[in-house]
């Protein structure tokens, strides 16, 4: 059973993954907008993958015998002055969700609440994989620069981008293998 400080924070956490999912998803759609697809592609994959973040926070706090509680998850953004700002954008958004992530993994161990440290672990990781893609990306468009053929060429290698559910996450009524 969590505690109720360690429910009401996962429970913060599990509304914070959908902000990043309405987040990216807005992007996507403001790369749509301005006839960038692979860039659009990159974001709506994003914003799945943050989807199911919350779908593991989702879980957890249920397979725990408590139960989540949605809040109203506020607008994002829908505009940036460049592909570049949105990518920062992006950026600093992963930096801050790993700190979130941290203060979580902090009071776990404050709590002595093992299950949930070591649930945590998965996100600790997953946040290193988040700030390292997305940074690479805005180095990237900061040696680009102006360069349109170097956006149309990163475009199309973004728009490679596939999504993979994590296996044991809830999808469609039913755990991924």
Same mark, same amino acid.
């Given at each position: 059973?969590? #505690?109720?400080?360690?429910?009401?924070?996962?429970?913060?956490?599990?509304?914070?993954?959908?902000? #990043? #999912?309405?987040?990216?998803?807005?992007?996507?759609?403001?790369?749509?907008?301005?006839?960038?697809?692979?860039?659009?592609?990159?974001?709506?994959?994003?914003?799945?993958?943050?989807? +199911?973040?919350?779908?593991? $926070?989702?879980?957890?706090?249920?397979?725990?015998?408590?139960?989540?509680?949605?809040?109203? @998850?506020?607008?994002?953004?829908?505009?940036? @002055?460049?592909?570049?700002? !949105?990518?920062?954008?992006?950026?600093?958004?992963?930096?801050?969700?790993?700190?979130?992530?941290?203060?979580?993994?902090?009071? !776990?161990?404050?709590?002595?609440?093992? !299950?949930?440290?070591?649930?945590?672990?998965?996100?600790?990781?997953?946040?290193?994989?988040?700030?390292?893609? +997305?940074?690479?990306? @805005?180095?990237?468009?900061?040696?680009?620069?102006?360069?349109?053929?170097?956006?149309?060429?990163?475009?199309?290698?973004?728009?490679?981008?596939? $999504? +993979?559910?994590?296996?044991?996450? +809830?999808?469609?009524?039913?755990? !991924?293998?």
């Amino acid at each position: 059973m969590l #505690s109720d400080k360690m429910e009401k924070a996962l429970n913060e956490q599990l509304n914070a993954e959908l902000y #990043s #999912s309405y987040l990216y998803l807005s992007m996507a759609s403001h790369f749509k907008k301005i006839g960038l697809p692979g860039f659009a592609r990159w974001m709506e994959v994003q914003s799945l993958e943050e989807l +199911t973040h919350a779908m593991k $926070f989702f879980d957890y706090v249920g397979d725990r015998g408590q139960q989540a509680i949605l809040a109203p @998850v506020p607008g994002p953004p829908s505009t940036w @002055v460049s592909p570049l700002a !949105a990518f920062e954008n992006a950026f600093q958004h992963e930096v801050k969700v790993s700190g979130l992530i941290n203060a979580l993994v902090n009071l !776990a161990m404050e709590q002595k609440d093992h !299950a949930t440290n070591n649930f945590l672990q998965w996100f600790v990781a997953e946040q290193v994989e988040e700030e390292a893609s +997305t940074d690479a990306i @805005v180095q990237k468009l900061k040696l680009i620069r102006d360069s349109h053929g170097g956006l149309f060429m990163l475009d199309r290698e973004l728009g490679q981008r596939t $999504f +993979t559910v994590p296996p044991g996450t +809830t999808v469609l009524g039913g755990k !991924a293998q």
